[in-house]
T-cell receptor, first 114, second 113 residues
Framework: DGGITQSPKYLFRKEGQNVTLSCEQNLNHDAMYWYRQDPGQGLRLIYY???????QKGDIAEGYSVSREKKESFPLTVTSAQKNPTAFYLC?????????????FGEGSRLTVL | QKEVEQDPGPLSVPEGAIVSLNCTYSNSAFQYFMWYRQYSRKGPELLMYTYSSGNKEDGRFTAQVDKSSKYISLFIRDSQPSDSATYLC?????????????FGGGTRVLVKP
């Protein structure tokens, strides 16, 4: 079945450590996104990529980094520079750039900083 | 002030009742309006999608957009316990870089048997 796989589902990190969240899709979608979700704040865009080897900052990119070496994969690294990294992270895709609105989401990764 | 406002709830209704959800927004450039449903510890899934003003119906769900008032609504008829979830409104326009969506904070809905 086609879909978006995020791993790990739950992750604990000590302060000062970098962690990488995986996002893999087999939908053959061009654009991929990373959103962060905090209680009561809705989803906020971290980074997005519309084609391989290209990505753009979203609204809250500070303290995060990404890469897009393959169409299927868009990993997110939460660096030690991110001051408040505890959150629910969601990866999403859209079939083609310009197709408005219909994002497909993975099941999310919950990161907790101890 | 947030660009999209949504009452966080929780909204508790008995099974079979009509659930009424809404969002207000400030950016008059928004043209595309969506409702996503999110179950606990899961990713959101698209429920309804509307372009510009008007109504759209899909089964038990009706979405309404009033651009003049900057107000959108979602109605769920004959609500079921399986409708218990958080409902997120989202919106965008053609000029949004990267098809960025702007989300409301979500309303938690609980349908009691």
């Amino acid at each position: 079945d086609g879909g978006i796989t995020q791993s790990p589902k739950y992750l604990f990190r000590k302060e000062g450590q970098n962690v990488t969240l995986s996002c893999e899709q087999n939908l053959n979608h061009d654009a991929m996104y990373w959103y962060r979700q905090d209680p009561g704040q809705g989803l906020r865009l971290i980074y997005y990529s519309q084609i391989v080897n290209d990505f753009q900052k979203g609204d809250i990119a500070e303290g995060y980094s990404v890469s897009r070496e393959k169409k299927e994969s868009f990993p997110l690294t939460v660096t030690s520079a991110q001051k408040n990294p505890t959150a629910f992270y969601l990866c999403a895709t859209i079939r083609v750039p310009g197709a408005t609105g219909e994002l497909f989401f993975g099941e999310g990764s919950r990161l907790t900083v101890l | 002030q947030k660009e999209v406002e949504q009452d966080p709830g929780p909204l508790s209704v008995p099974e079979g009742a009509i659930v009424s959800l809404n969002c207000t927004y400030s950016n008059s450039a928004f043209q595309y309006f969506m409702w996503y449903r999110q179950y606990s510890r899961k990713g959101p899934e698209l429920l309804m999608y509307t372009y510009s003003s008007g109504n759209k119906e899909d089964g038990r769900f009706t979405a309404q957009v009033d651009k003049s008032s900057k107000y959108i609504s979602l109605f769920i008829r004959d609500s079921q316990p399986s409708d218990s979830a958080t409902y997120l409104c989202a919106m965008t326009n053609l000029k949004a870089a990267g098809n960025k969506l702007t989300f409301g904070g979500g309303t938690r809905v609980l349908v009691k048997p």
